[in-house]
């Protein structure tokens, strides 16, 4: 039900806002990107609309810099709801629970089937 690709913007209450693209597959695996940082982990469709995830982060350019400031590595812990192409997200790194992030995903296509 999810898979795809979004547009995902970031935000956080560190006043700092982000966006990159995520990549939902079939078997419940979520893979993106920005400007700084990769992004790979799993997701579980809960029904009623909910969805969770963990996300591990890794910075591979530049100076470590986001809207969970200067993490280089680490571990989101994700809970959210679908509705229709909308996908939101909210959730903390583990460890930094003072640290809250906001994604709002926007589905842009299906996956490409060769």
Not at 58 to 63: D, E, K, P
Request: proline share 3%; net charge negative; charged share 15%.
């Amino acid at each position: 039900m999810l898979s795809g690709i979004y547009s995902a913007v970031f935000h956080s209450n560190l006043a700092q806002f982000g966006t990159g693209v995520a990549i939902f597959t079939e078997d419940n695996r979520v893979h993106g990107e920005d400007a700084t940082y990769y992004y790979r982990g799993k997701y579980v469709f809960r029904g009623n609309d909910q969805v969770e995830a963990t996300v591990e982060i890794t910075a591979y350019t530049g100076v470590a810099n986001s809207v969970l400031g200067p993490l280089a590595n680490g571990r989101l812990n994700l809970k959210g709801s679908i509705q229709a192409n909308e996908l939101t997200l909210k959730g903390s790194p583990e460890g930094l629970p003072s640290i809250t992030i906001s994604i709002q995903l926007c589905r842009l296509a299906d996956l490409a089937e060769l």
